[in-house]
Protein backbone atom coordinates (compact mmCIF):
# COMPACT_ATOMS: atom_id res chain seq x y z
CA UNK A 1 0.00 0.00 0.00
CA UNK A 2 1.44 3.05 -1.36
CA UNK A 3 1.96 6.24 1.62
CA UNK A 4 0.02 8.99 1.33
CA UNK A 5 2.51 12.21 1.31
CA UNK A 6 3.06 14.16 4.40
CA UNK A 7 1.39 17.11 5.70
CA UNK A 8 3.63 20.16 3.81
CA UNK A 9 3.69 21.63 7.35
CA UNK A 10 5.35 18.08 8.15
CA UNK A 11 8.14 18.51 5.05
CA UNK A 12 11.61 20.59 5.11
CA UNK A 13 11.39 23.64 3.12
CA UNK A 14 12.38 22.63 -0.46
CA UNK A 15 14.32 25.78 -0.75
CA UNK A 16 16.44 25.35 2.42
CA UNK A 17 16.92 21.87 1.42
CA UNK A 18 18.32 23.10 -1.46
CA UNK A 19 20.47 25.63 -0.09
CA UNK A 20 18.43 28.74 -1.59
CA UNK A 21 16.84 31.49 0.47
CA UNK A 22 13.50 31.57 1.61
CA UNK A 23 11.24 33.72 -0.69
CA UNK A 24 8.88 36.42 1.01
CA UNK A 25 5.23 36.95 0.64
CA UNK A 26 4.09 40.43 -0.42
CA UNK A 27 2.07 42.49 1.76
CA UNK A 28 -0.49 42.42 -0.95
CA UNK A 29 -0.11 38.47 -0.42
CA UNK A 30 -0.47 38.87 3.57
CA UNK A 31 -3.76 40.60 3.00
CA UNK A 32 -5.03 38.02 0.29
CA UNK A 33 -4.09 34.96 2.30
CA UNK A 34 -5.23 36.22 5.51
CA UNK A 35 -9.07 37.52 3.65
CA UNK A 36 -8.71 33.74 2.70
CA UNK A 37 -7.95 32.25 5.54
CA UNK A 38 -10.99 34.48 7.36
CA UNK A 39 -13.34 33.06 4.75
CA UNK A 40 -12.17 29.34 5.20
CA UNK A 41 -12.70 29.76 9.21
CA UNK A 42 -9.04 29.03 9.66
CA UNK A 43 -6.72 31.01 12.23
CA UNK A 44 -3.63 33.39 10.44
CA UNK A 45 -1.05 33.15 9.60
CA UNK A 46 -1.28 29.30 8.44
CA UNK A 47 1.35 27.61 5.70
CA UNK A 48 -1.85 26.18 3.99
CA UNK A 49 -3.07 29.99 2.75
CA UNK A 50 0.00 31.11 2.59
CA UNK A 51 1.52 28.53 0.39
CA UNK A 52 -1.69 29.16 -1.68
CA UNK A 53 -0.58 32.56 -2.35
CA UNK A 54 3.00 32.04 -3.16
CA UNK A 55 1.91 29.59 -5.75
CA UNK A 56 -0.26 32.11 -7.59
CA UNK A 57 2.33 34.23 -7.69
CA UNK A 58 4.94 31.81 -9.12
CA UNK A 59 1.86 30.76 -11.85
CA UNK A 60 1.43 34.46 -12.51
CA UNK A 61 5.49 34.73 -12.96
CA UNK A 62 5.05 31.90 -15.27
CA UNK A 63 2.25 33.16 -17.81
CA UNK A 64 4.43 36.17 -17.78
CA UNK A 65 7.32 34.57 -19.23
CA UNK A 66 5.78 32.72 -21.51
CA UNK A 67 4.03 35.85 -22.54
CA UNK A 68 6.90 37.82 -23.00
CA UNK A 69 8.53 34.60 -24.59
CA UNK A 70 5.87 34.58 -27.47
CA UNK A 71 5.85 38.24 -28.06
CA UNK A 72 9.75 37.86 -28.43
CA UNK A 73 9.23 34.38 -31.04
CA UNK A 74 6.69 37.44 -33.42
CA UNK A 75 9.16 39.98 -32.95
CA UNK A 76 11.60 37.31 -34.29
CA UNK A 77 9.27 36.62 -36.89
CA UNK A 78 8.06 39.78 -38.26
CA UNK A 79 12.21 40.49 -38.23
CA UNK A 80 12.93 37.82 -40.44
CA UNK A 81 9.73 37.88 -42.96
CA UNK A 82 10.89 41.85 -42.86
CA UNK A 83 14.43 41.11 -43.81
CA UNK A 84 13.47 38.33 -46.50
CA UNK A 85 10.96 40.56 -48.20
CA UNK A 86 13.55 43.22 -48.36
CA UNK A 87 15.98 41.00 -49.70
CA UNK A 88 13.65 39.93 -52.35
CA UNK A 89 12.93 43.55 -53.38
CA UNK A 90 16.73 44.38 -53.47
CA UNK A 91 17.69 41.24 -55.88
CA UNK A 92 14.27 42.00 -57.68
CA UNK A 93 15.17 45.45 -58.22
CA UNK A 94 18.68 44.82 -59.63
CA UNK A 95 17.20 42.34 -61.76
CA UNK A 96 14.77 44.86 -63.75
CA UNK A 97 16.67 47.81 -65.55
CA UNK A 98 14.77 50.64 -64.59
CA UNK A 99 14.49 51.97 -68.27
CA UNK A 100 12.68 48.53 -69.48
CA UNK A 101 13.13 45.03 -69.79
CA UNK A 102 15.60 42.63 -67.66
CA UNK A 103 19.51 43.28 -66.91
CA UNK A 104 22.51 40.87 -67.28
CA UNK A 105 21.68 39.53 -64.07
CA UNK A 106 17.85 39.40 -64.32
CA UNK A 107 18.29 36.93 -67.19
CA UNK A 108 20.33 34.78 -65.65
CA UNK A 109 17.89 34.49 -62.44
CA UNK A 110 15.06 34.34 -65.28
CA UNK A 111 17.26 31.16 -66.84
CA UNK A 112 17.13 29.65 -63.21
CA UNK A 113 13.61 29.50 -62.38
CA UNK A 114 11.94 29.08 -65.44
CA UNK A 115 14.58 27.08 -67.61
CA UNK A 116 14.59 30.00 -70.34
CA UNK A 117 17.68 31.66 -72.08
CA UNK A 118 16.40 35.20 -73.11
CA UNK A 119 18.56 37.12 -74.56
CA UNK A 120 18.70 40.88 -74.97
CA UNK A 121 16.47 43.06 -77.45
CA UNK A 122 17.32 43.35 -80.51
CA UNK A 123 17.85 47.28 -81.21
CA UNK A 124 20.08 47.78 -84.47
CA UNK A 125 18.42 49.63 -87.04
CA UNK A 126 16.46 47.77 -89.56
CA UNK A 127 19.03 47.79 -92.28
CA UNK A 128 21.48 46.28 -90.52
CA UNK A 129 19.26 43.55 -89.13
CA UNK A 130 20.00 39.59 -90.00
CA UNK A 131 17.10 37.90 -90.86
CA UNK A 132 16.69 36.13 -87.38
CA UNK A 133 16.92 39.69 -86.06
CA UNK A 134 14.02 40.29 -88.25
CA UNK A 135 12.21 37.45 -86.72
CA UNK A 136 13.22 38.41 -83.54
CA UNK A 137 12.30 41.82 -83.22
CA UNK A 138 8.91 41.28 -85.09
CA UNK A 139 7.78 38.41 -83.01
CA UNK A 140 8.09 40.44 -79.83
CA UNK A 141 7.00 43.61 -80.92
CA UNK A 142 3.26 42.03 -82.52
CA UNK A 143 3.12 39.53 -79.54
CA UNK A 144 4.07 42.74 -76.90
CA UNK A 145 1.94 45.60 -79.15
CA UNK A 146 -0.30 43.88 -81.90
CA UNK A 147 -2.47 41.62 -78.78
CA UNK A 148 -6.73 42.84 -78.88
CA UNK A 149 -6.50 43.98 -75.85
CA UNK A 150 -3.27 46.04 -74.34
CA UNK A 151 -2.55 45.61 -70.84
CA UNK A 152 -2.10 49.32 -69.22
CA UNK A 153 0.56 51.39 -70.90
CA UNK A 154 0.87 54.26 -68.09
CA UNK A 155 0.24 54.00 -64.52
CA UNK A 156 -2.24 56.20 -62.26
CA UNK A 157 0.37 58.78 -62.28
CA UNK A 158 1.18 59.07 -66.17
CA UNK A 159 3.87 57.06 -65.96
CA UNK A 160 4.88 54.39 -68.14
CA UNK A 161 4.36 50.72 -67.00
CA UNK A 162 6.50 48.05 -67.34
CA UNK A 163 4.85 46.52 -70.40
CA UNK A 164 5.28 49.60 -71.94
CA UNK A 165 9.09 50.55 -70.88
CA UNK A 166 9.91 46.97 -72.65
CA UNK A 167 9.79 48.98 -75.92
CA UNK A 168 13.19 50.86 -74.46
CA UNK A 169 15.22 47.29 -74.28
CA UNK A 170 14.45 46.45 -78.00
CA UNK A 171 15.46 50.52 -79.25
CA UNK A 172 11.68 51.46 -79.99
CA UNK A 173 10.51 54.67 -78.11
CA UNK A 174 7.96 53.91 -75.03
CA UNK A 175 4.44 53.88 -76.27
CA UNK A 176 1.83 56.16 -74.19
CA UNK A 177 -1.09 55.57 -76.25
CA UNK A 178 -2.72 52.53 -78.39
CA UNK A 179 -1.95 54.35 -81.62
CA UNK A 180 2.26 54.07 -80.32
CA UNK A 181 1.70 50.68 -79.40
CA UNK A 182 0.17 49.74 -82.80
CA UNK A 183 2.75 51.48 -84.71
CA UNK A 184 5.23 49.26 -82.58
CA UNK A 185 2.94 46.44 -83.81
CA UNK A 186 3.25 47.09 -87.54
CA UNK A 187 6.53 47.49 -87.72
CA UNK A 188 6.72 44.07 -86.15
CA UNK A 189 4.70 42.79 -88.82
CA UNK A 190 6.72 44.52 -91.92
CA UNK A 191 10.00 42.78 -90.08
CA UNK A 192 8.25 39.45 -89.78
CA UNK A 193 7.36 40.06 -93.77
CA UNK A 194 10.70 40.79 -94.84
CA UNK A 195 12.16 37.60 -92.66
CA UNK A 196 9.94 35.05 -94.53
CA UNK A 197 10.92 36.51 -97.70
CA UNK A 198 14.49 36.27 -96.92
CA UNK A 199 14.19 32.78 -95.74
CA UNK A 200 12.59 32.21 -98.97
CA UNK A 201 14.93 33.08 -101.09
CA UNK A 202 17.41 30.73 -99.27
Known amino acids: MARSPRA???????RKRA???????????KSAAKARARRAGRRY??????????????????????KKSAKTTRKRKTAKKTAKTSRKRSASAKEKDPR???TAAGRK???RKQGAHLRPGVTRKESEMTPQEMRRKGSW???FYGRAKLP?????????TRHALSAHAWG???????????????????????????????
Open 141 to 143: AVR
Open 45 to 66: PNLVDNMRMAAKKTSKAKKSAT
Open 8 to 14: PWKRQNP
Open 109 to 111: AFA
Open 172 to 202: EPVPKTVAAARRIAAKGERLLARYRRAKAKN
Open 19 to 29: GKASKHLSPAQ
Open 100 to 102: GGL
Open 152 to 160: PLVDAKGRP
